[in-house]
């Protein structure tokens, strides 16, 4: 249902005064589109989702995919009511979204396993929009099993899993559990190139907001080796060991704090703002960050 590659987890841009900056969505989904990216999830984590309005998100989707060009657009969903995660998905579907990303809802730590499929079964029962789960249990405290995965994929609608575990044992295990034609994203990506071997299609990545290019010449190398192409797999694999301690750096890093930040000091943004309860970032550390960047990968051009 999903291309593979890469899909930044896009931050959502901001005026001074905390305002949805729909125009600014607009050139960052450019930037993402010229750098190869394959798609892009709107209003997740990294998008400040949770500080958004329902009516917030709407717009938001409509404008990414009315300025997506070929990219794929998801909207990310993070709610505890199976209602609102229908309207959301509903809205997406008619705005023309790919699919939607969706977080398990974590709010009734009472909720059993079967309670959680049954919520999942019934909401891509209920919506026409292909339904990617996602597995992100620092934040939601629930750890899907690779079991109830594989119960999932049997609805035709259900089109894969990010999983922002960072635990190496999923890779196999949900890949073991979801048949061919579900896609499978890594989002903890130090893992990228161990998920990429287990066959998984690709990332969904915070990281991805910054480096668009490096990330998406790593998978898209790694998938021309994986036909037999040697020298595009060792490419990728040298891109990948440069990008490494970036990943990392930017992942120890408040986010999105930090991802609109950099975004901001290179002209892809017009303003760095987050909404409360988060903060802006150190630009201290903004500083340091960026001359680790271009040290190791280049300055992040398309």
Same mark, same amino acid.
């Given at each position: 249902?999903?291309?593979?590659?890469?899909?930044?987890?896009?931050?959502? #841009?901001?005026?001074?005064?905390?305002?949805?900056?729909?125009?600014?969505?607009?050139? *960052?989904?450019?930037?993402?589109?010229?750098?190869? &990216?394959?798609?892009?999830?709107?209003?997740?984590?990294?998008?400040?989702?949770?500080?958004?309005?329902?009516?917030?998100?709407?717009?938001?989707?409509?404008?990414?995919?009315?300025?997506?060009?070929? @990219?794929?657009?998801?909207?990310?969903?993070?709610?505890?009511?199976?209602?609102?995660?229908?309207?959301? &998905?509903?809205?997406?579907?008619?705005?023309?979204?790919?699919?939607?990303?969706?977080?398990? #809802?974590?709010?009734? !730590?009472?909720?059993?396993?079967?309670?959680?499929?049954?919520?999942?079964?019934? @909401?891509?029962? %209920?919506?026409?929009?292909?339904?990617?789960?996602?597995?992100?249990?620092?934040?939601?405290?629930?750890?899907?099993?690779?079991?109830?995965? +594989?119960?999932?994929?049997?609805?035709?609608?259900?089109?894969?899993?990010?999983?922002?575990?960072?635990?190496?044992?999923?890779?196999?295990?949900?890949?073991?559990? *979801?048949?061919?034609?579900?896609?499978?994203?890594? $989002?903890?990506?130090?893992?990228?190139?161990?998920?990429?071997?287990? +066959?998984?299609? $690709?990332?969904?990545?915070?990281?991805?907001?910054?480096?668009?290019?490096?990330?998406?010449?790593?998978?898209?190398?790694?998938?021309?080796?994986?036909?037999?192409?040697?020298?595009?797999?060792?490419?990728?694999?040298?891109?990948?060991?440069?990008? *490494?301690?970036?990943?990392?750096?930017?992942?120890?890093?408040?986010? #999105?704090?930090?991802?609109?930040?950099?975004?901001?000091?290179?002209?892809?943004?017009? &303003?760095?703002?987050? %909404?409360?309860?988060?903060?802006?970032?150190?630009?201290? !550390?903004?500083?340091?960050?960026?001359?680790?960047?271009?040290?190791?990968?280049?300055?992040?051009? #398309?």
């Amino acid at each position: 249902m999903l291309n593979p590659g890469v899909y930044p987890a896009a931050v959502t #841009p901001m005026t001074p005064d905390g305002a949805v900056d729909l125009p600014a969505v607009a050139r *960052l989904l450019a930037w993402f589109e010229a750098s190869g &990216c394959a798609g892009a999830v709107v209003a997740g984590t990294n998008g400040e989702g949770p500080s958004l309005s329902t009516y917030e998100k709407r717009d938001l989707i409509r404008a990414a995919v009315a300025s997506a060009g070929k @990219l794929s657009i998801l909207l990310g969903v993070a709610t505890s009511s199976l209602e609102e995660a229908v309207w959301l &998905c509903e809205q997406a579907r008619k705005a023309g979204a790919a699919a939607a990303l969706v977080m398990p #809802p974590g709010y009734f !730590r009472e909720a059993t396993e079967e309670g959680i499929g049954q919520w999942f079964s019934a @909401l891509i029962e %209920r919506t026409a929009l292909p339904i990617v789960v996602y597995n992100f249990p620092q934040r939601t405290g629930i750890e899907l099993s690779a079991a109830l995965l +594989g119960r999932l994929a049997k609805h035709e609608r259900m089109a894969g899993v990010k999983d922002s575990s960072g635990k190496a044992e999923n890779l196999a295990a949900y890949r073991a559990a *979801l048949a061919d034609g579900k896609c499978l994203f890594v $989002g903890n990506e130090t893992l990228l190139w161990d998920a990429l071997e287990a +066959g998984w299609s $690709g990332t969904i990545s915070g990281v991805a907001n910054v480096v668009p290019r490096w990330m998406s010449q790593i998978v898209a190398e790694f998938m021309g080796g994986a036909r037999s192409v040697v020298p595009a797999r060792e490419s990728a694999q040298t891109k990948f060991a440069l990008a *490494l301690p970036v990943v990392k750096a930017l992942r120890a890093e408040p986010q #999105p704090a930090t991802n609109k930040a950099l975004l901001e000091s290179l002209g892809l943004l017009p &303003c760095g703002a987050v %909404r409360l309860p988060l903060l802006s970032a150190d630009p201290s !550390r903004i500083k340091g960050l960026r001359s680790q960047i271009e040290e190791r990968v280049g300055v992040p051009t #398309p």
